[in-house]
């Protein structure tokens, strides 16, 4: 019987039979789509080759010269984030002034 709490899950019989029985059921299905599943894997694989990747496909360029568009736009989104950052965070100071300034004037 050591054998067998091997297969114990939570250490409940339960959780374990109700795990194993999802298992069995999602074996079940993938095996019965598995047509349709090779399909989407095969055209996502051909839209991939299509799709413009962010770096340079010739193979003589090596190191970081090979991801300069990539870098770029890092460094686009990078100064993008923090300029909005910026922006929230001086509104967002400038609405505490003027919501602080109203809620003082009862007082």
Do not use: C
């Amino acid at each position: 019987m050591q054998f067998l709490e091997f297969f114990k899950i939570g250490g409940s019989w339960i959780i374990s039979g109700i795990a194993y029985a999802l298992l069995a059921v999602a074996s079940v299905v993938a095996i019965r789509n598995f047509a349709t599943i090779s399909s989407f894997t095969g055209e996502v694989k051909g839209e991939l080759r299509k799709a413009s990747w962010p770096w340079e496909s010739d193979p003589k360029i090596k190191g970081f010269r090979k991801y300069k568009e990539l870098t770029d736009s890092t460094v686009v989104v990078l100064i993008a984030v923090i300029l909005l950052a910026g922006f929230v965070q001086f509104w967002d100071f400038f609405h505490v002034l003027i919501v602080s300034f109203f809620t003082n004037l009862g007082r």
